[in-house]
C-alpha cells in the first residue's frame, strides 16, 4: 500500500509542484494550505508521514509538529524552513522533528528524506501493532523494546512461545532474563498453569538436588516428611532455572536425564514420575565458553539451547533508555504518590550516554532514587548519582558511536567542527559566547567557523 503523505504550505502554487513531484514517486498525497485543516485531516485519517513548512499563518509547523508529537508520537514530521532560519530548524529538531530541509532543495534530496520518513513510519507502526500483540497476550505491556535489538528478542518469544521447546536465555546481568522467561510462559498455552523459578546459584548442589525433584520421606537426615520438587510443582506449567551456569557436574547429569525421558525421580525413591514441564533456562555466562573449558557438558548445553535468546546489554540499545527511563519514573511516582513529569534534557543526555554496566536493573535502581530524593517535578541532572555524570564514561560511549574504521585526522576535523556548530547554537550565534563555551580565543574560533563553513551565521 502506498504511503501517505500529509504536505502542509500556505503557498499553493508550491503546494501543487510537491504533491505531484510525490504522485509520480507513487506517495498517496493530501496537500492542504490550511494547518488548522491539516490538523483536523490527521483526527480521522491513516497519515504516515507529515511534510509541514515552518512559516505559516494562523499555525506555523512548530505548532503542527508539537501537536502531531503528542498526539500520533509515532508520526515522523518533516520540517521545511525558508534559508537562514537554521534557529527555527535546530528547535525543531530538539521538539522531535523528524528531519529538516531548507527551501529551496532538490527534489532528491526531498525524496530521500522522505523515503527515510516513510520507511521509520512503518516500522513505527510495526512496533504498534507488535505491543499491542503482546500487551493483549501477556496481559501487561510492561515490557519496553523500542529498539530493533529488543524487537527481535520479543517476535523470537512469540514464535518460541506457543512450542515446548527448551529456551536458553543468555545477557549480562539486569538484562531482562527472568522478565522475558515469564514473558514467554505468558504467551504461552501453559500460561494458567504455575510459572516456577529456581536460582541454580543460591543452593548448594545437594539442596538443589532435592529442591529440583523433591525427595522422599527419610532420604536423608531432616527429610521428615515427602517433598515435591519444582519439577512436580510446575507439572503443565513452565520451570524457569536462573544462573545454569552454576550447576554442579553431578546435577548436570540428572537434569539431562529428566530432559531426555521427561521423567523424574524423587531423592531417595524408587518410583519414575512422568512430568510435563517447559524449561525456560537463563545465565549471565557465556555458556558455549564454560563448554569449551570442559565445566559445563556440551550434550547438555545443546539440549538447553534449542531456541537461543540473546539479550543485548543496555549500553549495545541506547535507543531504548529513554522509555526505560520514563516507563520506570511512571512506576515509582505511582508508588511513592509524586507526579513527575519528565526529565530535563540534560538528565536525559546524561542517562543516555551512560555505560550502564548493571543494565536496566542499575537504571530502574537510579530512577527509583531520583523520585524519592528530587526535589523539583522533572527530574534533573544535579538530581541524578555522580557516576552516571562521569565525564570519562560519557566520551567512551559517545566514541563508541562512532563507526569502528575511521581516519583520525578526518574524524577529528569532523567532531571539531559538529562542536563549533553545537556551541554556536547554544550560544544564540553569538560568537563571545561560543568561544567562551569552547575555552578559545575569538579570532580563533572565527577562523574555525571559516575553515567549518559556518562564518556568515553569527554575530
Ligand atoms: N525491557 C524491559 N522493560 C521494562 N522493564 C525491564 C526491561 N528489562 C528489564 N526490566 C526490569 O529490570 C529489572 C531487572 O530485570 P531481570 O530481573 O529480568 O534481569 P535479569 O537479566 O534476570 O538479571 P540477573 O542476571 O541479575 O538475574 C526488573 O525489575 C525488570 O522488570
Ligand atoms: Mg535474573
Request: with cysteine.
Amino acid at each position: 500500500m502506498a504511503d501517505n503523505i500529509l504536505i502542509l504550505d500556505d503557498e499553493k502554487n508550491y503546494l501543487l509542484i510537491l504533491e505531484s513531484l510525490l504522485e509520480d514517486e507513487g506517495y498517496s498525497v493530501t496537500a492542504l494550505s490550511d494547518p488548522e485543516t491539516g490538523l483536523a485531516y490527521l483526527e480521522d485519517s491513516e497519515v504516515d508521514v507529515v511534510l509541514t513548512d515552518m512559516k505559516m499563518p494562523k499555525l506555523t509547523g512548530q505548532d503542527v509538529l508539537e501537536h502531531v508529537k503528542k498526539r500520533y508520537p509515532h508520526i515522523p514530521v518533516i520540517i521545511m524552513t525558508a534559508f537562514g532560519s537554521i534557529e527555527s530548524a535546530v528547535e525543531a529538531m530538539r521538539i522531535g522533528a523528524f528531519d529538516y530541509i531548507t527551501k529551496p532543495f532538490a527534489n532528491e534530496e526531498l525524496l530521500l528524506t522522505l523515503s527515510k520518513a516513510a520507511s521509520y513510519a512503518r516500522t513505527q507502526q510495526e512496533n504498534v501493532r507488535l505491543r499491542q500483540q503482546i500487551k493483549e497476550r501477556f496481559g501487561s505491556g510492561n515490557i519496553i523494546a523500542r529498539g530493533r535489538g529488543m524487537q527481535q528478542v520479543l517476535e523470537m518469544v512469540h514464535r518460541a512461545a506457543p512450542s515446548k521447546s527448551t529456551v536458553l536465555i543468555q545477557g549480562e546481568s539486569g538484562t531482562g532474563k527472568e522478565l522475558i522467561a515469564r514473558a514467554i510462559h505468558e504467551a504461552s498455552p501453559r500460561s494458567d498453569k504455575p510459572f516456577v523459578s529456581v536460582n541454580c546459584m543460591a543452593l548448594n548442589p545437594g539442596v538443589l538436588e532435592s529442591e529440583l525433584f523433591g525427595h522422599e520421606k527419610g532420604s536423608f537426615t531432616g527429610a521428615t516428611s515427602l517433598r515435591k520438587g519444582r519439577f512436580e510443582q510446575a507439572s503443565g506449567g513452565t520451570l524457569f532455572l536462573d544462573e545454569i551456569g552454576e550447576l554442579s557436574q553431578d546435577v548436570q547429569v540428572k537434569l539431562l536425564r529428566v530432559l531426555q525421558e521427561h521423567q523424574i525421580e524423587r531423592v531417595g525413591g524408587t518410583e519414575t514420575i512422568d512430568v510435563d514441564v517447559r524449561i525456560v533456562a537463563a545465565t549471565n555466562k557465556n555458556l558455549q565458553d564454560a563448554v569449551t573449558k570442559g565445566e559445563f557438558r556440551e550434550d547438555l548445553f545443546y539440549r538447553l539451547n534449542v531456541v537461543s535468546l540473546f539479550l543485548p546489554p543496555l549500553r549495545e540499545r541506547r535507543e531504548d533508555i529513554p522509555f526505560l527511563a520514563q516507563h520506570f519514573l511512571d512506576k515509582y511516582s505511582k508508588e511513592n504518590q509524586i507526579e513527575f513529569t519528565g526529565f530535563s534534557a540534560s538528565a536525559m543526555d546524561y542517562l543516555s550516554a551512560y555505560e550502564w554496566p548493571g543494565n536496566v536493573r542499575q537504571l530502574e535502581n537510579v530512577i527509583e532514587r531520583c523520585t524519592v530524593l528530587a526535589r523539583g517535578d522533572v527530574i534533573d541532572a544535579e538530581d541524578l548519582p555522580p557516576e552516571i555524570k562521569d565525564e570519562e564514561s560519557q566520551f567512551k560511549s559517545a566514541v563508541d558511536l562512532l563507526p569502528a574504521r575511521l581516519n583520525i585526522a578526518e574524524t577529528m576535523d569532523k567532531i571539531e567542527g559538529a562542536l563549533v556548530r553545537r556551541a554556536l547554537v547554544r550560544a544564540d550565534f553569538v560568537q563571545v559566547k561560543a568561544a567562551e563555551m569552547l575555552g578559545l580565543s575569538k579570532s580563533n574560533l572565527q577562523y574555525k567557523l571559516k575553515k567549518y563553513g559556518l562564518a556568515g551565521k553569527s554575530k
